[in-house]
């Protein structure tokens, strides 16, 4: 209990310190729901990763946050834990949805934070992980947003859950991404 009390407390003034030194501006909504999947984008660089994670320290809360294994080397790998980064291995997609899954089944809270995107190249096609992610679980899915023109990082306040049309919900994800200003414009497709 004492270690989760002092985890506390160092995560908010952390948030605090890391929303002052970016000048960034962070939205005080988060979801109330115990599991939950949260949408990050537009995701184009390196540094929207330590954003999120002052957004996440700033309401005092550690959501899981899906890394590339090839990140987890010393000193990265002891950071990215603290802040709740789960290790993936991209090159096995089936077994990791199925994995997180079962994380969602055998845990009575957890929230998820993906980047739809799967990457911070210009990709035509987002993946579907987190469709089927939110499908199997049966848990709503959030649009967390970076902002990079806003200087702004928020969640949009009406979830939704996914529909029986993958494709038509990817559609929708990308779709609503467009308004919103990536770090690096020329790597960022929403669709036409």
């Not at 993936?88 to 845990?107: C, G, H, K, M």
């Not at 806003?150 to 494709?167: G, N, Y």
Request: glycine content about 6%; hydrophobic content about 40%.
């Amino acid at each position: 209990m004492k270690k989760i009390f002092i985890q506390m407390n160092i995560r908010k003034p952390l948030g605090k310190f890391f929303k002052w030194i970016s000048g960034w501006d962070y939205d005080p909504f988060w979801p109330e729901e115990k599991k939950c999947v949260i949408l990050l984008a537009p995701h184009t660089s390196m540094w929207d990763f330590f954003h999120g994670s002052g957004f996440n320290l700033w309401h005092g809360k550690k959501p899981s946050i899906m890394v590339k294994k090839e990140l987890f080397f010393f000193p990265l790998g002891q950071i990215l834990k603290i802040v709740g980064g789960l290790p993936i291995d991209r090159r096995n997609a089936s077994q990791l949805v199925e994995s997180v899954i079962s994380q969602f089944n055998n845990n009575k809270e957890l929230t998820l934070v993906i980047a739809p995107e799967g990457t911070r190249q210009k990709v035509k096609v987002w993946k579907k992980g987190f469709y089927r992610i939110a499908k199997a679980a049966n848990v709503p899915v959030y649009y967390g947003i970076l902002d990079y023109k806003q200087k702004r990082v928020s969640i949009h306040p009406e979830s939704f859950f996914v529909s029986d049309d993958a494709e038509s919900d990817v559609k929708k994800v990308m779709s609503f991404y467009k308004q919103f200003h990536p770090k690096h414009p020329e790597k960022f497709y929403a669709g036409e």
